[in-house]
């Protein structure tokens, strides 16, 4: 399965997984608005091999399959914890 990854312009370290390149419209209408414009990342085979650095693969496939994307938040940070591990 292929993904095209973009990101947003408008919200620090997030990321959309599309099924297909540049169907902007598979997004809700008030997602797409509070991403603001995307730009294109890069196209991956996600296999389910494939390691993500921070989604399970089987989750975006799934998320993907269903629904044509996918949205990777920024890592939630615990109080008392580094942002960087």
């Not at 085979?45 to 998320?63: G, H, I, S, W, Y």
């Amino acid at each position: 399965m292929q993904a095209y990854v973009y990101k947003s312009q408008r919200k620090a370290d997030t990321f959309v997984y599309l099924a297909a390149r540049d169907d902007f419209a598979r997004l809700p209408e008030p997602l797409r608005t509070q991403l603001g414009p995307l730009g294109f990342v890069l196209e991956v085979a996600l296999t389910p091999e494939r390691k993500l650095a921070r989604e399970d693969v089987e989750v975006v496939r799934n998320n993907l399959a269903a629904r044509g994307f996918h949205i990777q938040f920024p890592p939630q940070v615990v109080p008392g914890e580094r942002a960087d591990g």
